[in-house]
């Protein structure tokens, strides 16, 4: 399986995702559309959440694989893509009520992502990750976490835009 490949895309989102954060004036980064709605800063916050769980997991229990280790990514990315589809984030996952700092998480979220870089380059991307077992695509590789990351980013990445235009930035 080509690492590299998966580098390159991860670290394109990253990109695009603190782009977009530092675009948000650091008054408006936890302003949100509604009271059910989540700031700029919220979906940060979910990211990181996210993402520190993941990178965790990933180095966790496995197993060899016996399909091709991309197989659910492009099931992981329509079903993200899928914008008329809304999706509730468990407790466990989701933001504080507290104001968040601009560039402290999104410091954070490219930290972390810069650890599963590292992680892309030194461990096996083909192996079944057993520590956790996504309830609606099942037993993911590395390489499909790796893309679920991407494209729950992706997702946030077009609500970041409807914040944004919202507060008409």
């Known amino acids: 399986m080509e690492n590299n490949a998966i580098i390159m895309d991860l670290e394109s989102s990253t990109g695009r995702l603190a782009e977009a954060f530092m675009g948000f004036p650091v008054n408006e980064f936890n302003r ?28 966790g ?15 992981v990315g329509t079903t993200f893509n899928d914008f008329e589809k809304k999706f509730t984030a468990a407790r466990e996952i989701s933001p504080t009520q507290n104001p968040k700092d601009r560039d402290e998480i999104s410091s954070k979220l ?25 309830p609606k695509f099942g037993e993911l590789t590395r390489a499909e976490w790796i893309y679920f990351i991407i494209y729950h980013g992706d997702r946030h ?13």
């Open 32 to 59: 949100s559309i509604s009271t059910d709605t989540w700031s700029a800063g919220d979906i940060a916050e979910h990211l990181y959440i996210v993402e520190s769980f993941i990178g965790k997991m990933i180095t």
């Open 61 to 75: 229990a496995t197993r060899p694989s016996n399909r091709d280790p991309l197989q659910k990514a492009t099931l």
């Open 110 to 134: 490219i930290n972390n992502r810069t650890l599963l870089v590292n992680l892309l380059k030194t461990h096996d991307l083909t192996v079944s990750c057993l520590d956790f077992i996504h």
């Open 157 to 169: 990445l077009h609500q970041l835009e409807n914040v944004r235009k919202f507060i008409a930035l």
